[in-house]
């Protein structure tokens, strides 16, 4: 039952795929003849399909921000209660760059302007140093 189900669709499209050499020349000399199109007339009296966009006199200028240095807040060092923030000691309640120190912990800060909120933390210890070694 499976195996007719699959072969009826087979053939019957099969049946109707085959094109005749006559069916090809008939549909090639219907190309070939001359169709009528749309008259003169009714193509000069129909409106352009394209919009001409009238110049207008009026000059609106933009103004390009100049490029401003972006700097970052980098947290150097934490000691008794104030944070070392871009090379200044700052407590809380001081300003840095429009935001408000906040909270100072142990390993970082908390900086605050309106609904922005930035962290900055410490470095971890880092043992990238250089050794010298006698030999």
Known sequence: ??????????????IYADL???QIENMISKIHEKREGVKLKTL???KGPFVRVKEENNVTTVVVPSETK?????LHAIMNGKAYINDTWKSIG??????????VGQRG????????????????????FIKLEER
Do not use: A
């Open 1 to 14: 039952m499976k195996k007719i189900l699959f072969v009826i669709p087979f053939l019957i499209v099969s």
């Open 109 to 128: 800060v908390v900086l605050r302007n309106g609904n922005n909120i930035k962290k900055l933390f410490l470095h971890t210890k880092r043992n990238d």
């Open 70 to 74: 972006t700097v970052k807040l980098s």
């Open 44 to 46: 000069e009296t129909t």
């Open 20 to 22: 005749s050499v006559k």
């Open 94 to 103: 001081d300003t840095i760059m429009g935001y408000k120190l906040k909270y």
